[in-house]
């Protein structure tokens, strides 16, 4: 294991170190401006989908299974799980986010899913070249994908019912 840590290259554990402290800050209920709420999800889907074409290119049958995955599972997350914590201020611009550790785990899985994946490559692994690993793996991330997407949905669908907890109350004694 050393030896695999020591072949891997800074900028790694510094991505590593940076998704990490990203994703902690996950964790912390808070409020956000709309543009930066939806950074998540985008940036997460796109670093997915790079991990895809980094390992495989984007060829036909890697992109198709992400991309069928990331519909399913963000439908499904969606449906099953909404987040209803989510509350969108209008005067503000901003979502009242609710902690929550999930971000943080799918956001560790997209890195140890590329990381594991390189390593298995570096090492000559046989799975790595394995005519089914491009499939498995664009599967995995397009899961992944799935569940910032379906976050997506439930800020758009906060975003269309404003929380009333921010309107001004009336004045007492006002009818």
Do not use: H
Request: hydrophobic fraction near 55%.
């Amino acid at each position: 294991m050393l030896q695999i840590l020591s072949y891997t290259p800074t900028w790694v554990f510094a991505l590593f170190v940076g998704l990490l402290a990203f994703g902690l800050l996950q964790t912390r209920s808070r409020s956000v401006k709309k543009a930066l709420a939806y950074a998540l999800p985008v940036g997460m889907v796109a670093l997915s989908l790079s991990g895809i074409q980094s390992s495989f290119g984007l060829k036909l049958l890697p992109v198709a299974a992400w991309a069928v995955s990331v519909v399913v599972v963000g439908f499904i997350g969606y449906r099953a799980f909404p987040n209803k914590g989510f509350s969108f201020d209008v005067e503000k611009n901003s979502f009242f986010i609710p902690g929550s550790w999930a971000p943080l785990a799918v956001i560790m899985a997209i890195f140890f899913t590329k990381y594991v994946f390189a390593v298995m490559q570096g090492l000559g692994a046989t799975a790595a070249s394995s005519p089914v690993t491009p499939v498995v793996l664009s599967l995995a991330y397009g899961c992944f994908s799935g569940y910032f997407c379906a976050r997506a949905v439930s800020l758009a669908a906060a975003a269309k019912r404003p929380n009333n907890s921010f309107k001004p109350k009336p004045p007492r004694g006002s009818a």
